[in-house]
């Protein structure tokens, strides 16, 4: 009889341990914020990250459609009139805020 009592406890202590490590990995997970590749992404509080600042001339009617990040450029599509060049995409450079790029569709007749 003292057999199963020691058996009992000892079961009823694993079963705490073990519902302890998994609340813990839980809260670990999601206190961690992960990116697209499953590495974790750490921000440093009161770190400056805006390393420039650039202006963007956009044609008058025009507005900001998009920015993507791609291929270590910034893709920025405009949104307006075709007309006034609104419906160009900008490849800006993230080093220094230049624009490196200009990409204006052209409709071409069959």
Do not use: H, Y
Not at 15 to 21: K, R, T
Not at 62 to 69: F, H, I, K, N
């Amino acid at each position: 009889m003292k057999a199963l009592k020691v058996l009992v406890i000892g079961m009823a202590v694993l079963i705490v341990v073990g519902f302890a490590v998994i609340v813990f990995t839980i809260a670990g997970r999601v206190s961690t914020p992960k990116d697209g590749d499953g590495t974790a992404v750490i921000v440093t509080p009161g770190l400056d990250t805006a390393s420039w600042q650039a202006d963007l001339p956009l044609p008058k009617g025009c507005r900001l459609g998009d920015v993507q990040l791609d291929g270590g450029l910034l893709l920025v599509r405009l949104e307006g009139p075709s007309s006034l060049g609104c419906d160009d995409l900008l490849l800006v450079s993230p080093d220094n805020g230049r624009i490196v790029g200009r990409i204006s569709p052209q409709l071409q007749e069959p």
